[in-house]
């Protein structure tokens, strides 16, 4: 056996181990999905969601950016994540289509922290990592 054999079987050891590592049976683990923390909020802060009815996002959009009132910002920004991104894109169109307004949009990738609690007893509690994109945007009106 020459020496590249031995390399090559101890790289198909590890890519063998790694991957008995990473298979979790859905049946031995139930998979809690934890919350992402939260970026500062403040009054021109608006986090979009798929659960809250999309014409009430948009009155709430429309009244903080339009508003004439001095102690609330003329700017408003948009967070988003996951599957709620196209909503918050296309309440930002729907904004700029109204009324002239300045947007710029900025993509980010969040970590996530799943638990993993074991339905069976000789496994323990642990947890995975995966990420998930994001995205926020600023609408500035004139």
């Known amino acids: ?7 090559e079987a101890k790289k198909s050891e590890k890519t063998d181990q790694d991957k008995a590592v990473l298979r979790r049976d859905n049946e031995e683990y139930k998979i809690i999905k934890k919350l992402p923390k939260r970026f500062p909020s403040s009054l021109n802060d608006i986090y979009v969601t798929n659960k809250t009815d999309f014409k009430a996002q948009y009155e709430r959009c429309k009244h903080l950016l339009y508003s004439k009132i001095e102690s609330q910002p003329n700017e408003i920004v948009l967070h988003a994540m996951g599957p709620a991104i196209n909503r918050a894109i296309n309440l930002a169109l729907r904004l700029q289509k109204e009324k002239s307004c300045k947007v710029n949009c900025y993509t980010s990738t969040i970590l996530l922290e799943d638990d993993l609690y074991p339905l069976v007893d000789y496994l323990d509690i642990s947890s995975q990592h995966r ?6 945007i600023n609408i500035k009106s004139f």
């Open 1 to 7: 056996m020459n020496e590249n054999e031995s390399v």
């Open 131 to 136: 990420y998930i994109s994001a995205v926020h």
